[in-house]
């Protein structure tokens, strides 16, 4: 494998934790594999809520970091959780100085939304669902500014070279549909940003390219993973037909709009006295089984906004229009599917992953911040507040040196995923390891994804994906309770006591999935 040296920190991924941490990190010199251009292809671009802040006086970081652990179910780090909601005051502030267009009043103040488990409004926002996109565009405009900044669009990580346990090197190949053959690129530091695992389930919220790949590569170089299992499901995202499914923001909800099925019955107030703005997994696990039951959930946001969702919410309203429907006149047909991925890379309060020279923010970690169940619009804000925490700890091992441009020429000879296989893999992932799930399922899913690996063994970014899969399955097997996101219909308790995390090597879910379908087979 052609090897290219170089003394710039290596960036996987161009989404907000990627983006923020390069500028943080400036002026040392960084280069960033991005798959697509930038701004395209990132979760963190088409996420819609905003970013959660006690930014009103009469709302406290203490009150936020409470309902964090709360809605975390038992499994969130209060030591995280405090200082990610006592940090996030003056992340919005520094995104407003640099050109974030966040909805104001008249008075100026920001405007606040409520979302789900939420006690306080304040969720502050763009345009009512620009949020991600919005706060994107500025920091690309800061980012392609930035001289010390260089960006490899069109390349996707594949592997990590690890010497002694430590991160020497990220193989890199072009992200286009043939791929190209690796380039191992070592530099003076490794930060993955790279994004979850929801593109591994058939119905997904999730940009096409986000199938775990980053979680996959930094398992097979043995990082550990925790709170695999706990995958959120978004409830209403929005049921037509398309691949992702287009997201109706949690926001509508927290103006009032309301869950019915298709017999106008509304069914979440006899669930949760919170009715639709309950935690996620509750009205996630409600969707599924109005849908299970053959009666098809809307969401009604004619009431409470009439043709004001065309203007307040243009994201929603651009994804009605394409699918022949007005919000205004007819409710919107939804379903749950798969979002955000809570569990991750195991990393430290400095961002450190259990491989050394490797750092991990975004949705790619597992902080500990969001436990078995994210509070809304908590992961920009995870996003933000570990891009600074990690690039602050990279500094302290990386000088202020001036670095040539890498010049790499991406050769052919790389394999790409079957795209069959894919079908398979993510269709496995949303009947056995979706939203309620079961040991007999689960074991299914492993078996079926051993097959998969060994009949396509030759692709590694293949065996990335499978890799996340794995872990997925064999983390909710263990967990022999329901708990938050993770809902197992053969034990629907939850164990008393305090929660425990999750943690698990590829090696040891691989021994457990070996086991399994020695006995099956």
Same mark, same amino acid.
């Given at each position: 494998?052609?090897?290219?040296?170089?003394?710039?920190?290596?960036?996987?991924?161009?989404?907000?934790?990627?983006?923020?941490?390069?500028?943080?990190?400036?002026?040392?010199?960084?280069?960033? #594999?991005?798959?697509?251009?930038? *701004?395209?292809?990132?979760?963190?671009?088409?996420?819609?809520?905003?970013?959660?802040?006690?930014?009103?006086?009469?709302?406290?970081?203490?009150?936020?970091?409470? $309902?964090?652990?709360?809605?975390?179910?038992?499994?969130?780090?209060?030591?995280?959780?405090?200082?990610?909601?006592?940090?996030?005051?003056?992340?919005?502030?520094?995104?407003?100085?640099?050109?974030?267009?966040?909805?104001?009043?008249?008075?100026?103040?920001?405007?606040?939304?409520?979302?789900?488990?939420?006690?306080?409004?304040?969720?502050? /926002?763009?345009?009512?669902?620009?949020?991600?996109?919005?706060?994107?565009?500025?920091?690309?405009?800061?980012?392609?500014?930035?001289?010390?900044?260089?960006?490899?669009? @069109?390349?996707?990580?594949?592997?990590?070279?690890?010497?002694?346990? =430590?991160?020497?090197?990220?193989?890199? !190949?072009?992200?286009?549909?043939?791929?190209?053959?690796?380039?191992?690129?070592?530099?003076?530091?490794?930060? %993955?940003?790279? *994004?979850?695992?929801?593109?591994?389930?058939? !119905?997904?919220?999730?940009?096409?390219?986000?199938?775990?790949?980053?979680?996959?590569?930094?398992?097979?170089?043995?990082?550990?993973?925790?709170?695999?299992?706990?995958?959120?499901?978004?409830?209403?995202?929005?049921?037509?037909?398309?691949?992702?499914?287009?997201?109706?923001?949690?926001?509508?909800?927290?103006?009032?709009?309301?869950?019915?099925?298709?017999?106008?019955? /509304?069914?979440?107030?006899?669930?949760?006295?919170?009715?639709?703005?309950?935690?996620?997994? #509750?009205?996630?696990?409600?969707?599924?089984?109005?849908?299970?039951? @053959?009666?098809?959930?809307? %969401?009604?946001?004619?009431?409470?906004?009439?043709?004001?969702?065309?203007?307040?919410?243009?994201?929603?309203?651009?994804?009605?229009?394409?699918?022949?429907?007005?919000?205004?006149?007819?409710?919107?047909?939804?379903?749950?599917?798969?979002?955000?991925?809570? @569990?991750?890379?195991?990393?430290?309060?400095?961002? =450190?992953?259990?491989?050394?020279?490797?750092?991990?923010?975004?949705?790619?970690?597992?902080?500990?911040?969001?436990?078995?169940?994210?509070?809304?619009?908590?992961?920009?804000?995870?996003?933000?507040?570990?891009?600074?925490?990690?690039? $602050?700890?990279?500094?302290?091992?990386?000088?202020?040196?001036?670095?040539?441009? #890498?010049?790499?020429?991406?050769?052919? *000879?790389?394999?790409?995923?079957?795209?069959?296989?894919?079908?398979?893999? =993510?269709?496995?992932?949303?009947?056995?390891?979706?939203?309620?799930?079961?040991?007999?399922?689960?074991?299914?899913?492993?078996?079926?994804?051993?097959?998969?690996?060994?009949?396509?063994?030759?692709?590694?970014?293949?065996?990335?994906?499978?890799?996340?899969?794995?872990?997925?399955?064999?983390?909710?097997?263990?967990?022999?309770?329901?708990?938050?996101?993770?809902?197992?219909?053969?034990?629907?308790?939850?164990?008393?006591?305090? @929660? !425990? =995390?999750?943690?698990?090597?590829?090696?040891?879910?691989?021994?457990?999935?070996?086991?399994?379908?020695?006995?099956?087979?």
């Amino acid at each position: 494998m052609k090897t290219i040296q170089t003394d710039r920190v290596v960036i996987v991924g161009a989404g907000l934790g990627g983006l923020y941490a390069a500028l943080r990190l400036a002026p040392r010199p960084v280069v960033m #594999i991005s798959p697509a251009s930038l *701004g395209e292809g990132a979760s963190s671009a088409w996420a819609q809520g905003g970013v959660a802040a006690a930014m009103n006086s009469a709302d406290s970081a203490q009150s936020h970091a409470a $309902d964090t652990v709360k809605a975390g179910d038992g499994t969130v780090d209060p030591e995280v959780a405090s200082l990610v909601t006592q940090e996030a005051r003056s992340h919005i502030l520094h995104l407003t100085a640099l050109g974030t267009p966040f909805d104001r009043t008249e008075t100026g103040d920001y405007v606040m939304s409520r979302e789900a488990a939420h006690s306080f409004a304040r969720v502050v /926002r763009v345009k009512g669902d620009q949020a991600g996109a919005e706060i994107m565009a500025a920091l690309i405009e800061r980012v392609r500014a930035t001289r010390s900044i260089q960006v490899l669009d @069109g390349t996707m990580a594949l592997e990590l070279e690890v010497s002694d346990g =430590r991160v020497t090197g990220v193989a890199v !190949q072009s992200a286009d549909a043939l791929c190209s053959a690796p380039v191992m690129l070592r530099g003076s530091a490794v930060l %993955l940003a790279g *994004g979850g695992s929801g593109g591994l389930y058939a !119905q997904t919220t999730n940009p096409p390219r986000i199938r775990g790949q980053v979680i996959g590569l930094a398992a097979r170089a043995g990082a550990l993973i925790a709170d695999a299992e706990f995958v959120q499901f978004h409830p209403t995202a929005m049921d037509v037909g398309e691949d992702p499914a287009p997201l109706a923001t949690e926001a509508l909800r927290g103006e009032g709009a309301i869950l019915t099925n298709d017999r106008g019955e /509304r069914f979440m107030q006899a669930l949760h006295p919170d009715a639709e703005l309950a935690p996620r997994d #509750i009205v996630a696990r409600a969707i599924f089984a109005q849908t299970q039951a @053959g009666r098809r959930p809307v %969401l009604d946001t004619r009431d409470v906004l009439g043709q004001a969702i065309k203007t307040q919410y243009p994201a929603v309203a651009d994804a009605c229009a394409r699918n022949a429907i007005d919000p205004a006149i007819t409710p919107i047909p939804v379903a749950a599917a798969a979002h955000y991925h809570m @569990g991750g890379i195991a990393t430290d309060i400095d961002g =450190r992953a259990s491989l050394g020279h490797l750092w991990v923010c975004g949705e790619a970690s597992s902080t500990g911040l969001h436990g078995a169940n994210r509070l809304a619009s908590n992961g920009l804000l995870e996003a933000l507040v570990f891009a600074r925490i990690c690039a $602050d700890d990279i500094a302290k091992y990386v000088p202020e040196t001036n670095a040539s441009a #890498i010049d790499i020429s991406l050769e052919s *000879g790389g394999i790409p995923p079957d795209p069959n296989a894919v079908t398979e893999l =993510r269709q496995t992932m949303t009947d056995h390891v979706g939203v309620v799930r079961d040991a007999d399922g689960l074991k299914s899913a492993l078996c079926k994804l051993a097959a998969l690996e060994t009949a396509h063994k030759s692709s590694v970014s293949f065996l990335n994906m499978t890799a996340t899969a794995t872990l997925i399955a064999v983390s909710a097997l263990s967990r022999k309770e329901s708990r938050g996101a993770h809902a197992r219909s053969d034990f629907p308790d939850t164990l008393p006591g305090p @929660g !425990q =995390r999750s943690l698990l090597t590829l090696k040891e879910a691989l021994a457990i999935r070996s086991k399994i379908c020695e006995k099956t087979s």
